[in-house]
Each structure stands twice: as structure tokens, then as C-alpha cells.
């Protein structure tokens, strides 16, 4: 089975500065999809980014990239220019690639991001 | 991406009884997803329902503490029955799109607490 780890239960960063939320997976398949959610105190889980991982240019989405190191199974998230309204819990993901059955996001355990203004 | 809502929003239960919570969703999708997320914790799947085919449960749920309906393409409930205090927790629709990629959205969850 598929796990997830991410090791920084809790991170914070200056606002405007640059903080990086490690991800790393477990996995046998070759074909998969990663993902980085966010939950802010209001509870609705955002989608922040995606990652084919037959892709190898890393995924970038405004402030939001990622550094996908596929040998290594890790997943980073790195968010610049940091804002107040980047405080949030952030969830890694996976996903197969696989179409029979295996669709569901297996989730890393969360890290809580805190702006300092 | 898609706009799904719950209701309700939270609800304060009493023990033994039972609680209906709502899926629906602005655009048909195949795939509805519900999962539980415990305080402080990470999310959990519960079940997967597709339309036209009985629910799909993961490993310690079962259907007769956690029913589930997917009348149609836009709509899903989730049933927790017998509620106990262990059961309050967040519980969470969420659709899955696949093309042009594979992406799942959430809805903003139901805040279950039994008393």
C-alpha cells in the first residue's frame, strides 16, 4: 500500500519570505499523481497543485511550485512571497495512476503553516 | 473545478441517534467520495460511490454504520448511525474530475459532534 509522510508537523515563516513543506511517498507503481491541498481554519480543502509524475517539469501554479524528485519519492511544496493568507494545514497526496479501483488519495498527515507578519 | 456543498454544516447529535449529511454537487461527476477527518487529524476514506453500483467501503467501515446513498450524478448522503462520541469529527463530500486530468475537489464538511 501507498503511505505518506510529512515529517514538519508544524512550520512558519516570516510574511514575504519563502518557506519549502516536505513531502515524501512510498510506491511501487510507476504512474501516479501528486497533489498538495490546503486547509485553512475554515476547514474547506483547497486544491493548491498537481503533479503527473510521468512528468518530469516541475508543476508551478502562481507563488505555489513544487520540486518533484521521483528517484527520491519526494514531493516538495514551496511557497514564496508568503501571505497572511497562506496560514493553513497542508496536506500531501497520492493518487495511482491505475483506473481499476485504486482512485482514491491516500493523504500525509499535515503540516500546520504559520505567516508571522 | 467543482462547486459542491453540505448540509448540514455542523450538528450537534445525542448519543444512539443518527445523523444524514448531504452531497451536492453544480455538475454531474462518476466519482463521490466521503471522508472522515478526526480532530487534529489527517482525512480518512470512508467510502467511495459511484452512481449505479453499491458504495465501496474501505477497511473498518461498514455499511450499516455508514450508509450511503448516489440517487444520481450530482447528489450523494452519508448516514452515521448510532452515534457515538468517538464519531465526532468532520465529514467531507468530495468529487473527483478526470479529464482533461485527474483532480478532486472538496466540500467544506460537516462538523459532527455527539453528546
Known amino acids: 500500500a501507498q503511505t505518506v509522510t510529512q515529517s514538519q508537523p508544524e512550520m512558519s515563516v516570516q510574511e514575504a519570505e519563502t518557506v519549502t513543506l516536505s513531502c515524501t511517498y512510498d510506491?511501487?507503481?510507476?504512474?501516479?499523481?501528486l497533489f498538495w491541498y490546503k486547509q485553512p481554519p475554515s476547514r474547506q480543502m483547497i486544491l493548491v497543485i498537481r503533479?503527473?509524475?510521468?512528468?518530469?517539469q516541475n508543476a508551478t501554479e502562481n507563488r505555489f511550485s513544487v520540486n518533484f524528485q521521483k528517484a527520491a519519492k519526494s514531493f516538495s511544496l514551496k511557497i514564496s512571497d508568503s501571505q497572511l493568507g497562506d496560514a493553513a494545514m497542508y496536506f500531501c497526496a497520492y493518487r495511482s495512476g491505475s483506473n481499476f479501483g485504486n482512485e482514491k488519495l491516500t493523504f500525509g498527515t499535515g503540516t500546520r503553516l504559520t505567516i508571522i507578519p | 473545478s467543482a462547486v459542491i456543498s453540505q448540509k448540514p454544516s455542523r450538528d450537534i447529535c445525542q448519543r444512539g441517534t443518527s445523523l444524514t449529511i448531504q452531497c451536492q454537487v453544480d455538475s454531474q461527476v462518476t466519482m463521490m467520495f466521503w471522508y472522515r477527518q478526526q480532530p487534529g487529524q489527517s482525512l480518512t476514506l470512508i467510502a467511495t460511490a459511484n452512481q449505479g453500483s453499491e458504495a465501496t467501503y474501505e477497511s473498518g467501515f461498514v455499511i450499516d454504520k455508514f450508509p450511503i446513498s448516489r440517487p444520481n450524478l450530482t447528489f450523494s448522503t452519508l448516514t452515521v448511525s448510532n452515534l457515538s462520541p468517538e464519531d465526532s469529527s468532520i465529514y467531507l463530500c468530495?468529487?473527483?474530475?478526470?479529464?482533461?486530468?485527474?483532480?478532486?475537489?472538496f466540500g467544506p464538511g460537516t462538523r459532527l459532534t455527539v453528546t
Open positions: 503533479q503527473e509524475a510521468y512528468k518530469q
Open positions: 510506491t511501487s507503481e510507476s504512474d501516479y499523481y
Open positions: 468530495s468529487v473527483a474530475r478526470t479529464l482533461p486530468y485527474y483532480e478532486q475537489y
